[in-house]
C-alpha cells in the first residue's frame, strides 16, 4: 500500500518527503526499507548516496551515487514489504497472500479478524483491501511481536487500518466485543481447531473463515470442527495447496552443430520427429561464436530458487508418509512414538528440522538417510 496523507484516506503519496519510508531495490533479490532522513546517507556497494537529493522526487525515481551507480527508490507496497521485512516468525508470501485475500473476499470496507499476527506480512495486504472504511483487528500472544508489528505499520502508515492487540486466541478466543462483526477471520496458530468456536461466533451470517496450516493433520482436525454439530455453522469446506513455480526466461546462442542425432532430412510426410541429446539446466551454455551454426533461442527454465522449494517440500512428503522413521533407534528419547503428531519443517546446512507443535522441541534428521531408510 503507497503511504497515505491522511488518516483512513486513499490519497496516496506520489512524491517523498522527509520522514517517508523507501524500498532501496538494487536488484531483483537485493532490496531494503530505509526511512528518509534530509541529513542522512545510504551507503552500499555502489556508494554513498545523499538522502537529500531524494526529497521531492516521485517514487520510481532512479537515483545515482558518487561513483555514477545507481538505485530505485520503490513505494512500500504490501508486495514490496514481504520481501523486505523482519522475520519475527514464518510469513505467508505473496502466492498465498493473493489467494487467501481472494477467498476470504476482502473488499473496501470489510471487518477483518487475524490472528496471529506474527511478522504482519499478511496484515500490510489485508489493510490495502479493506481500505479506506475497513479495518483489521490483528491478535497475537507474544507481546514483542505485537510492538514489532505496530511499530511496523507506523512505518508502512497503514496503522490508522490496523489494531494490533496482545492476545492468546487458542485459550482465550477473540474478544466478545467483536462478535457478530466480522465479515472473514483468518487463523494461522498452531492448533486452530481451539480458535474455530470462537472464529464462528465472529462472524456475520455469510462471513468467511481461513486457516493456514503447514502440516495436512492439523488440516485434518480442523475440518473435523468446522464439520461438527457443535458447529453447525459452516458449509463448503475446502482444503488447497499453492506451489508457486518461478521461471527465468532469457535469450542465449547456442551452437547447433553440438546437437547430436538432430536430423534435417524429410520424408513424405514431413520434418521427421528427431532426437537430441538431453542436457540439464546446469549443461546449457552460451555460445558466442557468430557462424551460421550458432542460433538466438529463448529459453525459459525453473529458477534455482523454485527447485529447491520443490526438493523441500518432496522431501517432506516422504518423511512425512514413512512413520517408521520417527520410532529408529537411533532417533533421541523425544522423537519415538511422534506419529500423528504436527510437524513444522526447514532446511538447514542439509538438515531437515522438523518442530514438535506440542513441546516446540526440535528434530534432526539427514535428509540422505531419510531417503535411504525410506527405500
Known sequence: MLPTESKKALSFKRYIEDGDLVIVYERHDVMKPVKVSKDAVLQNRFG???????????????????????????????ELWTLVLSHRTQILYIADISFVVMYLE?????????????????????????A????VYSFDFHEQRAVSA?????????????????????????????????DSVFLDLPQPWLAVPSAAKMLKQ??????????IEQVQRTCEVLRSDFIGKFSEIRTFEVLLRTYEVKEVKMDTSS?????????NEGMRPCKRKHRSNEDVTVSQDNSSNATSVVMARPCSEARAVLAGYIAWRTVNSTPALFSDESLPAEAKDKQ????????????????DMASGRYLWRNLKEMRENSQ
Not at 51 to 76: M, Q, R
Not at 150 to 179: A, C, M
Not at 206 to 215: A, E, T
Open 106 to 130: 476482502v473488499v473496501p470496507g470489510c471487518v477483518v479478524l487475524e490472528s496471529g499476527t506474527g511478522s504482519g506480512s499478511l496484515s500490510t495486504s489485508l489493510a490495502r483491501a479493506v
Open 132 to 135: 479506506p472504511t475497513g479495518h
Open 48 to 78: 554513498v548516496y545523499k538522502h537529500s537529493d531524494w526529497i521531492g522526487k516521485p517514487l520510481g525515481t532512479k537515483v545515482f551515487s558518487n561513483k555514477g551507480k545507481f538505485v530505485y527508490l520503490l513505494a512500500p507496497t504490501p
Open 340 to 355: 500423528g503428531l504436527d510437524y513444522k519443517r526447514k532446511m538447514d546446512d542439509g538438515l531437515w528440522t522438523f518442530v
Open 259 to 267: 546437437m547430436v542425432g538432430e536430423s534435417h532430412e524429410e520424408d
Open 150 to 182: 505496530r511499530e511496523d505499520f507506523e512505518k508502512t502508515g497503514i496503522s490508522s487500518l490496523v489494531t494490533v492487540e496482545v492476545r492468546d486466541i487458542q485459550g482465550e478466543g477473540f474478544p466478545e466485543k467483536l462478535s457478530g462483526l466480522a
Open 206 to 215: 455469510d462471513g468467511v473463515l481461513c486457516s493456514f496450516s503447514p502440516c
